[in-house]
């Protein structure tokens, strides 16, 4: 029983990672004006293949982090119900270390949520704030903060919109009672 449930939790995934490669590419504008090089015909012609190979590997890349997050949801879905470590035990099974293994499934998770396939391409610090505020902000903000090409800023203290509304409330608390304080402070330093 345990051997067929392994057999065909591999199945569900050899064909959630089985990729199409027979994409064919006829005819191709260059992103890059090669003119503004001083290169020999020859060169311009290898560079734009480098280019189309660099840009069809950069597809492949998301579409296999695509893939790879979409097998390992399945796979923590299937091993949720044990609550025993199946899924960690899988994972490092395959060789996958746990930072990426739910590095692709916040990657899928948000995909999923926001229907956006640029959330492949974002840096693990974009991806780790958005997965903060997810359930704070709107789906088109997040999409902004997604499309956005600037990188996020790193701040010591946790911006508001990553805050809760009861921890934001703590927080005012906390604040106006240091007012308080400091109103009683001066109060007595100035002698009323």
């Known amino acids: 029983m345990k051997n067929k449930i392994g057999k065909d939790i591999f199945n569900k995934i050899q064909n959630t990672l089985t990729i199409d490669n027979t994409e064919i590419i006829e005819s191709y504008n260059p992103k890059i004006n090669y003119n503004e090089f001083d290169l020999k015909e020859e060169e311009k012609e290898k560079l734009i293949d480098c280019e189309k190979n660099a840009l069809k590997n950069a597809k492949q890349i998301t579409q296999n982090l695509k893939n790879l997050g979409e097998a390992f949801s399945l796979a923590q879905k299937i091993f949720s119900v044990k609550r025993d470590g199946s899924f960690k035990q899988w994972y490092e099974g395959l060789n996958f270390k746990k930072d990426f293994v739910y ?90």
């Open 103 to 192: 590095m692709c499934l916040k990657r899928y998770e948000l995909y999923y949520s926001l229907e956006n396939d640029k959330i492949f391409s974002i840096t693990e610090k974009k991806l780790k704030l958005i997965s903060k505020v997810k359930d704070v902000l709107q789906k088109e903000d997040l999409n902004k903060i997604i499309n956005s090409e600037k990188e996020i800023e790193n701040t010591k203290k946790t911006p508001i919109v990553e805050m809760d509304p009861v921890r934001i409330k703590k927080e005012i608390k906390k604040y106006k009672n240091k007012i308080k304080e400091l109103e009683a402070q001066l109060k007595i330093a100035l002698g009323k």
